[in-house]
């Protein structure tokens, strides 16, 4: 399987800066698609940004050009660098990272989400 581990939440004040990593390890064969999804409290999940291997990015309305999602292929890790955050950016963000794993000698697909990881914005 694929386990894939959130660092770098925490408080920051309006206006401020947050960067989220998300490694991904396991016996990993190739991962597509990775991305970031949050959900605040008495609301459901929603995607934040999402990434491609190819480096294809989509991105939510609420967070376009304040909001940047990166990938780095060797080290099987996402990253969102979160800027000019808001109040209502306050949620638990949660990584995904969907592909192929090894299992004995042939591969199975996977589709994984990270534990989560809060990110406070206070006024």
């Known amino acids: 399987q694929v386990h894939l581990v959130e660092s770098g939440g925490g408080l920051v004040q309006a206006g401020g800066s947050l960067r989220l990593s998300c490694a991904a390890s396991?016996?990993?064969?190739?991962?597509?698609?990775m991305g970031w999804y949050r959900q605040a409290p008495g609301k459901q999940r929603e995607l934040v940004a999402s990434i491609t291997s190819s480096g294809r990015t989509n991105y939510a309305d609420s967070v376009k050009g304040r909001f940047a999602i990166s990938r780095d292929n060797a080290k099987n890790t996402v990253y969102l660098q979160m800027n000019s955050l808001k109040p209502e950016d306050t949620a638990v963000y949660y990584c995904?990272?969907?592909?192929?794993?090894?299992?004995?000698?042939?591969?199975?697909?996977?589709?994984?989400w990270g534990q989560g990881i809060q990110v406070t914005v206070s006024s």
């Open positions: 396991g016996r990993i064969s190739t991962i597509n698609a």
């Open positions: 995904n990272a969907d592909g192929r794993y090894w299992s004995t000698t042939y591969s199975l697909p996977f589709n994984s």
